[in-house]
């Protein structure tokens, strides 16, 4: 049997496991990136005291109509709790307005206010420019790829 894999008789796994996961551990790379990258982002848009996060969330509602809580949730891919959680400092803030929705009362629509939209119009250049510097890191023909390939694992 492989020193690599547990066996009935260990409970231990070998090292060459360890830099197996280390050097080709799909999740464990794709968090490194997103946490490199997402540091790139939170730091370009610190000036206006807002995350990635928060920047994403605040893009999303950028819409004609304001979006159902659940069509958000779904875009980016959380529970309606969390969302909830990342709806709350913004809304603090007066950058969005949680509102009933008209046409089903127990649902609920997301708005950019006045304030938020001025605040997103700040941070679209912070982000282009953060964009821009990520996009040299990765060769032109490489992101368009990566994008992909990450649209296609989730």
């Known amino acids: 049997m492989s020193n690599s894999t547990p066996t009935s ?31 790139r982002y939170d730091e370009a848009l610190r000036p206006l005291g807002i995350t990635n996060g928060q920047f994403s969330l605040m893009m999303s509602l950028n819409r004609p109509q304001p979006p159902a ?59 282009r420019a953060t964009q821009e510097e990520n996009r040299k890191l990765v060769n032109e023909l490489g992101l368009d790829s990566l994008l992909e390939d990450l649209r296609a694992l989730s």
């Open 9 to 39: 008789e260990s409970n231990t796994v070998a090292y060459e496991t360890t830099l197996e996961v280390r050097d080709s551990c799909l999740c464990l790379h794709v968090q490194r990136a997103a946490r490199a990258v997402a540091r």
């Open 69 to 127: 809580m659940k069509d958000v949730a779904s875009l980016l891919a959380m529970d309606r709790t969390t969302l909830t959680a990342n709806l709350k400092p913004l809304e603090k803030r007066g950058l969005i307005q949680v509102k009933v929705d008209p046409h089903d009362r127990r649902g609920r629509r997301l708005l950019l206010t006045d304030q938020g939209r001025e605040l997103l119009a700040e941070a679209v250049p912070l982000w």
